[in-house]
């Protein structure tokens, strides 16, 4: 399990950690390291197995069979060039990255939005409409008229809209009157096309117990 060293990728520990354990009740390892440990420690032999050093013991490589990712999603994960490379020899070697760079691209807003448009997922999928009962309504922000109707609605129904980014992952949405102010900011600015409008989710209310940090 790939973690990170400079921000806390470790709010989902104990979710991370059910199936680390079942792996290992199977017999398989499993590892968990920080970017810059593979920075380090890491390396891709010439018939493409990625190798990592356990223990430090310079013998002591070993092959990596799949990398989980719980870092390398976000801009602010890659504070410099190395770890842009790093991520790539990651992709290029025989490990299998979960997710791969496809699968995180396919995650992020703008391609979200293209598959819900009519004629594309029939390109991938013999049950679109199936799919598609599934689907809430993803609308463009680009700087067109099209944009400029969408970003209306967002504007005179704010209760019913998020306003989303063109990330991966959650944690960086507008909602309400942040999602009015954004609008707002992003009237003429090109930046707004870099944003989606989304339906909001109203699921059935229901009551829970929840487990937050140091509490």
């Given at each position: 399990m790939v973690e990170s060293d400079f921000e806390n990728s470790n709010f989902n520990y104990f979710d991370q950690q059910i199936p680390l354990n079942a792996l290992e009740e199977?017999?398989?390892s499993t590892v968990r390291c920080s970017t810059d440990y593979l920075l380090k420690h890491g390396r891709v032999s010439e018939h493409g197995r990625y190798l990592i050093q356990l223990g430090g013991d310079e013998d002591g490589f070993r092959e990596v069979s799949v990398?989980?990712?719980r870092t390398m999603y976000a801009p602010s994960h890659f504070p410099g060039p190395e770890y842009w490379n790093l991520r790539r020899e990651m992709e290029l070697s025989r490990a299998v990255?979960?997710?791969s760079i496809p699968h995180t691209i396919v995650n992020m807003k703008l391609f979200q939005m293209l598959l819900t448009q009519n004629g594309i997922l029939e390109s991938y999928s013999a049950s679109p409409d199936l799919i598609k009962e599934a689907f809430f309504a993803t609308l463009s922000l680009d700087l067109d008229e099209e944009g400029n109707k969408n970003a209306a609605l967002g504007l005179q129904h704010p209760d019913q809209y998020?306003?989303?980014?063109?990330?991966?992952g959650g944690g960086n949405n507008y909602w309400g009157s942040e999602m009015v102010e954004k609008l707002q900011e992003l009237e003429q600015d090109p930046a707004r096309g870099r944003f989606i409008l989304m339906k909001k989710i109203n699921h059935p209310a229901s009551l829970t117990a929840l487990s937050r940090t140091a509490r």
């Open positions: 199977e017999g398989v990398f989980y990712f990255c979960a997710p998020v306003l989303k980014p063109q990330r991966e």
